[in-house]
């Protein structure tokens, strides 16, 4: 008895687990016959839909401070110290893309406060998004050459 | 080159007969220390990434995911005299000692489910920073966690648990494929060119990639093959191997490449713990089927399961009635299962036992016994000529 309903259990968490990957609404409702599934969904991970670099291939992004310190404007890329915390600091500018714009104020925003916090003497920060745009090969062939562009720029000024 | 991939799997993985209980534990002794190393490289960024004073603050993160099942205020709620950074170095540090209690070999509840709910607070604590390598740790800790406690109320727990993650990762695998199968990158060739050189993940440029499309190409509809066909490669026994073998080798590509090392160790443990190591504990437990070999509905029957059954059936047929195994009569009307521990089953509980092992949930066996599957197995016995058995069929 005891073996047939760890069967069971394992039958129920793999149609979860097939269910949130093909991106099922099963997991977006609420209330408890919707809200219980999501909620063990988020535990076991079961909400995931595998959707790894599709259904293309995207660009890198990175995020770059501007700001001015005893009258001079010094530009950084905003990089963490370990390799780990980049790989994460990176997923969330390149989820930036999905933002809508007020969001990705407040984040440029939430960002332009950490960095004020570390140059308080600075008058304005100026947070800029940039991805990296690789040609197709058809189009790199031709002479395109992949580069950094801006697709995103908000300015916080001191007042 | 068989030989040589075999060597290389048995010197790491398995040097003897390894149990699905050894699977798991050689995947959390795995997934320990990838958890460790993952945690100890996020130390130095602790208050940047975790911490209301770092680059996201509290009410944006709110903003960005609003039903967040756990936060630093909510923490700060329940501990008021905890401050924003010490929540995160305490989670840390307790993520620290779990992973540290799995990398040196302890199975026990406490840090197993210790580590899975630690590290889910971690994971929502910021979570637009996650990607897959959180996710596929989440999954191998829940596994690992609720193993820990199921081992206790059942001896079936490992089996299951483990024939749960091979599953779980035919659907990683193949849906995954789908997803991409959906994108014109993956059949031009674009996407292995822009992944080998989408700044700033990649270590080194790889833009001599451009002047050879045709490999470019051949690697991305490569990677659509291996990922949708994984999820019916794995089940046959002669493509398990170097299926697996293919995969490794993809998952070695992305970390040297991309530099997603964690991520890839993670993938790389999954699939070895799941389909390599119980492989090998299965051939000691293997089970001996005989069948009447003038049978064509015996053979129809019998040689796709021992296909796919991986070694874990060993099928003898009977010709002319000869029969060169003791416990087989001369004359066999009936299929009979040998198990490993020497008991001989015959009909329908024989047959529930074959599909049980072939399956690779031997346990699964026991429905044999249930009522009316032996009638079963006699109405389809006596109306086998349906089915294509000729005249001389001895069963």
Not at chain 1, 107 to 126: F, L, M, P, Q, R
Not at chain 2, 253 to 261: R, S
Not at chain 2, 268 to 275: Q, R, V
């Amino acid at each position: 008895m005891k073996n047939i309903a760890l069967i069971i259990f394992g039958l129920a968490h793999f149609v979860l687990v097939f269910h949130g990957a093909l991106k099922s609404p099963w997991f977006r409702g609420g209330g408890l016959l919707q809200g219980a599934p999501r909620y063990y969904a988020d535990l076991t991970g079961a909400d995931n839909w595998y959707g790894f670099f599709s259904p293309n291939v995207g660009s890198g992004s990175r995020l770059k401070v501007c700001w001015t310190e005893m009258g001079r404007v010094h530009t950084q890329v905003l990089e963490l110290n370990t390799h780990e915390a980049n790989l994460r600091f990176g997923t969330m500018v390149d989820q930036l893309s999905n933002l809508d714009a007020n969001q990705k104020r407040n984040v440029c925003a939430s960002v332009a406060g950490y960095w004020w916090s570390k140059h308080n003497d600075s008058t304005y920060i100026e947070v800029i998004v940039e991805r990296f745009a690789v040609p197709s090969i058809s189009e790199y062939r031709k002479g395109t050459a992949p580069a950094w562009v801006i697709s995103y720029k908000a300015r916080f000024e001191k007042v | 080159m068989k030989y040589i991939f075999d060597s290389v799997l048995r010197c790491f993985c398995y040097p003897s007969r390894l149990s699905h209980r050894t699977s798991l534990e050689i995947l959390g002794i795995g997934v320990g220390i990838v958890l460790f190393y993952m945690t100890l490289s996020l130390l130095p960024c602790v208050t940047e990434l975790y911490s209301s004073a770092g680059l996201l603050q509290e009410a944006v993160l709110d903003a960005l995911e609003p039903n967040r099942p756990i936060s630093i205020s909510l923490v700060q709620k329940i501990l008021p005299f905890a401050s924003p950074q010490s929540v995160a170095w305490a989670l840390m540090g307790l993520l620290i000692c779990s992973s540290i209690r799995m990398a040196l070999g302890s199975s026990s509840v406490v840090t197993y489910c210790s580590a899975w709910f630690f590290h889910w607070c971690l994971k929502h604590l910021c979570s637009v920073t996650n990607y897959g390598v959180v996710e596929f740790v989440n999954i191998a800790l829940f596994y690992l966690a609720v193993h820990s406690i199921l081992r206790a109320f059942s001896s079936a727990s490992a089996p299951v648990i483990v024939r749960v993650i091979q599953l779980h990762l035919c659907v990683v695998y193949s849906t995954s494929g789908y997803w991409k199968s959906q994108g014109y990158d993956w059949w031009t060739g674009d996407a292995i060119w822009k992944a080998s050189n989408m700044e700033p993940l990649v270590a080194f440029p790889n833009q001599w990639l451009a002047w050879f499309p045709l490999f470019c190409q051949i690697g991305s509809i490569m990677v659509l093959v291996l990922e949708i066909g994984y999820g019916a490669a794995v089940w046959v026994s002669c493509l398990r191997r170097p299926w697996i073998a293919a995969v490794v080798l993809m998952h070695i590509g992305i970390a040297l490449v991309m530099g997603l090392h964690t991520f890839s160790l993670v993938m790389i443990l999954l699939n070895l713990c799941a389909f390599i190591v119980p492989q090998e504990a299965k051939r000691g437990n293997a089970i001996t089927v005989a069948y009447d070999g003038h049978c064509r509905v015996c053979r129809r029957v019998i040689f796709p399961l021992v296909a796919i059954s991986n070694r874990a059936v060993r099928p003898v047929g009977v010709y002319e009635g000869k029969s060169l195994k003791s416990w087989i009569p001369k004359q066999l009307d009936t299929i009979l299962v040998k198990s490993s521990d020497g008991k001989v089953f015959s009909g329908g509980e024989a047959f529930v036992l074959l599909i049980a092992h072939s399956i690779n949930i031997p346990m699964l066996g026991q429905l044999g016994r249930l009522p009316g599957i032996e009638n079963a197995y006699r109405a389809f016995a006596r109306n086998r000529k349906i089915f294509g058995c000729h005249k001389r069929c001895a069963i």
